[in-house]
């Protein structure tokens, strides 16, 4: 491993804990570990097999989601520390995925203290503005926090990569016999637990069923995949209903656009305990009030007053900051009150909390990013950017057009959003097809090696799974 490689990896690993300049996407793509496992393999010069050990990190982490603030591990450090002891190490992915398991709890450091550090950039912000000195919100809710977290990852990453030598010169890794088992003990505990919290009483039979289906009758995983795809096309709802871009104040359709790119990449740029994402929203608002308002202590002071709390889920929220604009140059025609505007935003932001991430981190990215671990484990790489790019378009065409209709539709259009999440046919059919895939996964991923005490071990590890499994299901009777 060379320094330029030290470099490349910790860059990555930056950008992919950052939402900038990824558009906001990066952590619905490079951010999971499949993803994250091929391009730190990618830079090894063997992305097949990183892509492997990031597949089974994915596994391990199925059931991520982070919502509020919260964050359990990171599973993106742990997949690049899986494909980098899986190539340099040459061990078998299961083994590289047991051995990175412990690392991803480094990464929440990183959570936990940004939080905290970032407060600094709020209150260095408010002295400014209260000092009258009209503080560049970009530069407090941009440029502090990501060098913050440039240093804090680059840290991070080279304890995780300082740590990982160390145990090897101290136990080789190779020698270590039972990372093999305590990566297939992780990965089949880590399915079964998923199949539990789905809480479906037909999701055990679909997984059983793909299962046997792959590994007795060797389906292949681009088979189900086409079907689900099939399945999504023909049962989702697909209206779409835009707004016209009728523009009759001094907000033009690039001024919104601007905006919501400046929401997408820095949507969590700053994100504390104090405000959450108060500073991003202001931030976006910025281009906004620079065509509203001509003097600088006034615009300084439009920007300030969007610092106030706020929390939404990024993209199934854009409606909210697309009507405050609206509301916003409304004002500015009439000459309003702001309370009115800061009301009608915290209710909101009320009535869609937890609407979002029950969608886009329950659903939406756990169905997609098992399709392509599914496709990854049937050595199907290439393939398994198809549900990343779906995924990926999906996620910007939430966030655009909810964006865009906000502004033209107000608060109507986030209620219909609400109601068409809630009776979406995705949460009726999202467990069979997430059974289904993780049946078909698990059929490509066991049972392929030709050692039979290795398969005898399986068998007893699932057998000790289900009946874990059941007792859980019995307790709560």
């Given at each position: 491993m060379t320094y330029s490689d030290y470099f490349l990896l910790s860059i990555f690993y930056f950008w992919a804990s950052s939402t900038s300049l990824s558009l906001g996407i990066g952590y619905y793509t490079i951010y999971r570990p499949v993803m994250a496992g091929m391009i730190a393999g990618l830079i090894l010069k063997d992305p097949q097999k990183g892509m492997m050990a990031g597949a089974l990190v994915n596994i391990i982490y199925i059931d991520f989601v982070s919502t509020g603030g919260s964050f359990k591990g990171d599973q993106c450090l742990t997949a690049i520390v899986a494909a980098m002891v899986s190539i340099l190490y040459d061990l078998d992915p299961l083994e590289a995925s047991a051995l990175a398991y412990p690392f991803g709890f480094l990464g929440i450091l990183i959570w936990k203290y940004r939080l905290k550090i970032n407060?600094?950039?709020?209150?260095?912000?408010?002295?400014?503005?209260?000092?009258?000195?009209?503080?560049?919100?970009?530069?407090?809710?941009?440029?502090?926090?990501?060098?913050?977290?440039?240093v804090m990852s680059t840290l991070v990453f080279t304890a995780a990569l300082s740590l990982m030598f160390l145990l090897n010169d101290a136990v080789n890794f190779k020698n270590i016999g039972a990372l093999y088992y305590i990566g297939l003990i992780l990965v089949i505990l880590s399915a079964f637990n998923i199949l539990y919290k789905i809480k479906n009483k037909y999701n055990f039979i679909i997984f059983g069923a793909t299962f046997l289906a792959g590994e007795l009758l060797g389906i292949r995983a681009y088979i189900l995949f086409v079907l689900i795809i099939l399945t999504l096309l023909f049962t989702v709802d697909k209206k779409v209903d835009f707004a016209k871009n009728i523009f009759k104040g001094p907000i033009k359709k690039k001024d919104l656009v601007y905006s919501w790119f400046i929401w997408m990449n820095y949507s969590h740029s700053c994100y504390s305990y104090d405000r959450l994402m108060g500073l991003a929203f202001a931030h976006s608002m910025k281009n906004i009030f620079k065509k509203l308002y001509d003097n600088k202590y006034q615009i300084s002071e439009a920007i300030h007053r969007h610092t106030e709390f706020f929390n939404t889920e990024p993209n199934m929220g854009t409606p909210i900051l697309g009507y405050i604009i609206a509301l916003e140059e409304d004002r500015r025609i009439k000459d309003e009150s702001f309370e009115d505007i800061s009301y009608i935003k915290k209710g909101m932001m009320g009535i869609s909390a937890g609407l979002g991430d029950s969608f886009t981190q329950v659903i939406l990215a756990p169905l997609f990013i098992s399709m392509s671990v599914m496709l990854c484990l049937d050595n199907g790489f290439y393939p398994a950017f198809i549900p990343v790019i779906l995924l990926a378009a999906l996620i910007l065409f939430i966030s655009y057009a909810g964006f865009m209709n906000g502004y033209f539709k107000g608060k109507e259009f986030m209620l219909q959003r609400i109601k068409n999440v809630k009776q979406s046919k995705l949460h009726t059919y999202f467990p069979y097809m997430f059974s289904g895939i993780l049946g078909m996964s698990m059929s490509k991923l066991l049972f392929n090696d030709i050692r039979p005490y290795e398969n005898i071990f399986t068998i007893i590890t699932i057998i000790f799974a289900a009946c874990l499994t059941f007792m859980r299901k019995r307790g709560e009777r």
């Amino acid at each position: 491993m060379t320094y330029s490689d030290y470099f490349l990896l910790s860059i990555f690993y930056f950008w992919a804990s950052s939402t900038s300049l990824s558009l906001g996407i990066g952590y619905y793509t490079i951010y999971r570990p499949v993803m994250a496992g091929m391009i730190a393999g990618l830079i090894l010069k063997d992305p097949q097999k990183g892509m492997m050990a990031g597949a089974l990190v994915n596994i391990i982490y199925i059931d991520f989601v982070s919502t509020g603030g919260s964050f359990k591990g990171d599973q993106c450090l742990t997949a690049i520390v899986a494909a980098m002891v899986s190539i340099l190490y040459d061990l078998d992915p299961l083994e590289a995925s047991a051995l990175a398991y412990p690392f991803g709890f480094l990464g929440i450091l990183i959570w936990k203290y940004r939080l905290k550090i970032n407060n600094i950039f709020v209150h260095i912000y408010e002295r400014k503005y209260k000092e009258n000195k009209a503080p560049d919100i970009s530069v407090y809710d941009g440029l502090l926090p990501q060098l913050l977290l440039f240093v804090m990852s680059t840290l991070v990453f080279t304890a995780a990569l300082s740590l990982m030598f160390l145990l090897n010169d101290a136990v080789n890794f190779k020698n270590i016999g039972a990372l093999y088992y305590i990566g297939l003990i992780l990965v089949i505990l880590s399915a079964f637990n998923i199949l539990y919290k789905i809480k479906n009483k037909y999701n055990f039979i679909i997984f059983g069923a793909t299962f046997l289906a792959g590994e007795l009758l060797g389906i292949r995983a681009y088979i189900l995949f086409v079907l689900i795809i099939l399945t999504l096309l023909f049962t989702v709802d697909k209206k779409v209903d835009f707004a016209k871009n009728i523009f009759k104040g001094p907000i033009k359709k690039k001024d919104l656009v601007y905006s919501w790119f400046i929401w997408m990449n820095y949507s969590h740029s700053c994100y504390s305990y104090d405000r959450l994402m108060g500073l991003a929203f202001a931030h976006s608002m910025k281009n906004i009030f620079k065509k509203l308002y001509d003097n600088k202590y006034q615009i300084s002071e439009a920007i300030h007053r969007h610092t106030e709390f706020f929390n939404t889920e990024p993209n199934m929220g854009t409606p909210i900051l697309g009507y405050i604009i609206a509301l916003e140059e409304d004002r500015r025609i009439k000459d309003e009150s702001f309370e009115d505007i800061s009301y009608i935003k915290k209710g909101m932001m009320g009535i869609s909390a937890g609407l979002g991430d029950s969608f886009t981190q329950v659903i939406l990215a756990p169905l997609f990013i098992s399709m392509s671990v599914m496709l990854c484990l049937d050595n199907g790489f290439y393939p398994a950017f198809i549900p990343v790019i779906l995924l990926a378009a999906l996620i910007l065409f939430i966030s655009y057009a909810g964006f865009m209709n906000g502004y033209f539709k107000g608060k109507e259009f986030m209620l219909q959003r609400i109601k068409n999440v809630k009776q979406s046919k995705l949460h009726t059919y999202f467990p069979y097809m997430f059974s289904g895939i993780l049946g078909m996964s698990m059929s490509k991923l066991l049972f392929n090696d030709i050692r039979p005490y290795e398969n005898i071990f399986t068998i007893i590890t699932i057998i000790f799974a289900a009946c874990l499994t059941f007792m859980r299901k019995r307790g709560e009777r």
